[in-house]
């Protein structure tokens, strides 16, 4: 879209053609999940990739026509995206999102001010929406420091263990490189309540199901098999959270 910025347009011409450039670029067989909404917040674009991937067309958002189960989800979501908006709206800043859904899919929500550049005028958003991705920063050093983690050697198999409610959250948490206390005090802040010395009998328990002779092993294996990519439901809500995508490194 960068014809665009050199172009002397008022905003209703600039607007209408950043639409027109979008339907080009997003309704072309592609996947990606795009909306674009005016300067009043309304929603006035969605791409191909939204349609399909939420089971809705421009005019059952805008017309109301939706099933009952529907209407509730989204007009919770539509109050809280409002908010949002509004900020960006008044700002004038990208700000990025975590989205949880009613089935505890997690999407990463970017959304940016559409500005005229002839009129430095608000003229919309657009939001861009993608799976969302939890890393694993332990793998990523060790690749970064070119060491032989043995995470490589050890064969993948998603979701091998059926782990209980209590077991995801302790070996996600741990996975994550919190110590047993930390643990302790994470879970009973969220309204988990259990002891340091519990977590480490869960730990040990963890040991005997992924077959781990020590507790760096169970890392390694749980890395392997995909578990620091299952973020427990224990620790969801559904709904719309602001995102800061900064990385701090220390020291």
Same mark, same amino acid.
């Given at each position: 879209?960068?014809?665009?910025q050199?172009n002397?347009m @008022?905003?209703?011409?600039?607007f209408?053609?950043?639409?027109e =450039? @979008?339907?080009?670029?997003?309704?072309s067989?592609?996947?990606?999940?795009?909306?674009?909404?005016?300067?009043?917040?309304?929603?006035?674009?969605? =791409?191909i990739?939204?349609?399909?991937?939420?089971?809705?067309?421009?005019e059952?958002?805008?017309?109301?026509?939706?099933?009952?189960?529907?209407? &509730?989800?989204?007009?919770?979501? $539509?109050?809280?995206?409002?908010? !949002?908006?509004?900020?960006? $709206?008044?700002?004038? !800043?990208a +700000?990025?999102?975590?989205f949880?859904?009613?089935?505890?899919?997690?999407?990463?929500?970017?959304?940016?001010?559409?500005?005229?550049?002839a009129?430095?005028?608000?003229?919309?958003?657009?939001? #861009?929406?993608h799976?969302?991705?939890?890393?694993?920063l332990?793998?990523? &050093?060790?690749?970064?420091?070119?060491?032989?983690?043995?995470?490589?050697?050890?064969?993948?198999?998603?979701l091998? #263990?059926?782990?209980t409610?209590? !077991?995801?959250?302790?070996?996600?948490?741990?996975?994550? +490189?919190?110590?047993?206390?930390e643990?302790?005090?994470?879970?009973?802040?969220?309204?988990h309540?259990?002891?340091?010395? +519990?977590?480490n009998?869960?730990?040990?328990?963890?040991?005997?199901?992924?077959?781990? +002779?020590?507790?760096?092993?169970?890392?390694?294996?749980?890395v392997?098999?995909?578990y620091?990519?299952l973020?427990?439901r @224990?620790?969801?809500?559904?709904?719309? #959270?602001e995102?800061? =995508?900064?990385?701090?490194?220390?020291?």
């Amino acid at each position: 879209m960068d014809i665009l910025q050199k172009n002397n347009m @008022a905003d209703e011409n600039f607007f209408k053609t950043y639409c027109e =450039s @979008a339907k080009v670029l997003y309704n072309s067989g592609e996947k990606e999940k795009v909306l674009i909404k005016n300067k009043n917040l309304e929603i006035v674009y969605i =791409s191909i990739g939204y349609e399909d991937t939420y089971g809705v067309t421009l005019e059952s958002l805008t017309g109301g026509k939706l099933s009952e189960e529907k209407k &509730i989800i989204y007009e919770k979501e $539509r109050i809280t995206a409002l908010e !949002q908006d509004k900020i960006i $709206r008044d700002t004038r !800043q990208a +700000r990025e999102f975590i989205f949880i859904d009613a089935y505890y899919h997690i999407s990463h929500v970017y959304k940016r001010p559409i500005i005229n550049p002839a009129t430095n005028n608000f003229v919309g958003i657009f939001v #861009y929406i993608h799976n969302y991705v939890h890393p694993n920063l332990l793998k990523l &050093i060790y690749k970064i420091n070119g060491v032989n983690s043995g995470l490589s050697n050890i064969k993948t198999e998603s979701l091998k #263990y059926k782990l209980t409610k209590k !077991q995801n959250m302790i070996l996600f948490l741990y996975l994550n +490189r919190f110590s047993n206390s930390e643990i302790s005090e994470i879970m009973t802040t969220l309204g988990h309540k259990i002891s340091k010395a +519990r977590v480490n009998d869960h730990l040990e328990n963890l040991k005997l199901i992924f077959h781990a +002779r020590s507790k760096n092993e169970l890392i390694e294996k749980a890395v392997a098999l995909n578990y620091h990519l299952l973020i427990p439901r @224990a620790f969801l809500k559904s709904g719309s #959270y602001e995102f800061d =995508s900064n990385m701090i490194i220390s020291g």
